[in-house]
């Protein structure tokens, strides 16, 4: 059972413009909800993270909105570069299992010059 | 502040085998979590240790096993190696009372 649905797959976009990449949930119980970014050959890394008290919270050029009636948060990368150009995942946790984290399907973002 | 270490990062071992990999937190962290990453099943949670204890279990057989020592440094065991075991694997460490875990490099294990 995937309790946390990531769309799209891949996505394309040019320099400067803006990445978007959504994901749904299923567990009310979910709290935590982080995103990642993964290079080839390395481990995942944690880039910004929101709790549902908060519909946004943006940090440098990355942004995520959080909708908590829509059970839907997604990652805005602002002015996107090629240095940008990573494997995204989104992913939820709850209180109480706070080592476990439920993983979206991932995002390949490619970003052209 | 060192970051998470894995060792080794490369294995190659064969059906049958049984494979032991280590983790190293980052300093302070008493929580270890493992993740099984996979191109067809992505990342999926196997284990979580806590102060030596087993806090949380993912979805995997038995012969998947874990455990944690006073240093907090972790180790996994994989018995009776599978083809379908070839996968990244992955520890992460947080310091148990915020959900902020920190990934190490992996583990890429490939199982002829």
């Known amino acids: 059972q995937q309790q946390v649905k990531q769309s799209p797959q891949s996505l394309i976009v040019q320099k400067g413009g803006i990445s978007i990449i959504n994901c749904a949930y299923e567990?009310?119980?979910?709290?935590?909800f982080p995103w990642y970014q993964q290079f080839p050959g390395k481990g995942p890394a944690l880039l910004i993270a929101i709790r549902p008290d908060v519909s946004e919270k943006k940090e440098g050029r990355f942004t995520i909105s959080f909708n908590k009636s829509a059970k839907q948060f997604s990652l805005h990368i602002m002015d996107s570069q090629p240095g940008d150009s990573a494997t995204y995942f989104c992913?939820?946790?709850?209180?109480?299992?706070?080592?476990?984290?439920?993983f979206g399907q991932g995002t390949t973002l490619q970003v052209k010059p | 502040k060192a970051g998470v270490t894995q060792t080794p990062r490369y294995l190659i071992k064969t059906r049958g085998q049984q494979v032991t990999l280590s983790c190293s937190p980052i300093s302070g962290h008493r929580s270890v979590s493992w993740y099984q990453q996979t191109p067809g099943q992505g990342l999926q949670f196997l284990f979580e240790?806590?102060?030596?204890?087993?806090?949380n279990k993912g979805n995997f057989p038995g012969r998947f096993s874990g455990r944690q020592f006073s240093n907090s440094r972790s180790e996994m065991n994989v018995s009776t190696l599978e083809l379908g075991d070839s996968a990244l694997y992955l520890c992460?460490?947080?310091?148990?009372?915020?959900?902020?875990?920190?990934f190490g490099p992996g583990t890429r294990l490939t199982v002829l």
């Open positions: 240790y806590f102060s030596e204890t087993q806090r």
């Open positions: 992460a460490s947080s310091l148990g009372t915020l959900n902020e875990q920190f």
């Open positions: 992913a939820a946790s709850k209180s109480g299992n706070t080592g476990k984290l439920i």
């Open positions: 567990n009310t119980a979910f709290d935590y």
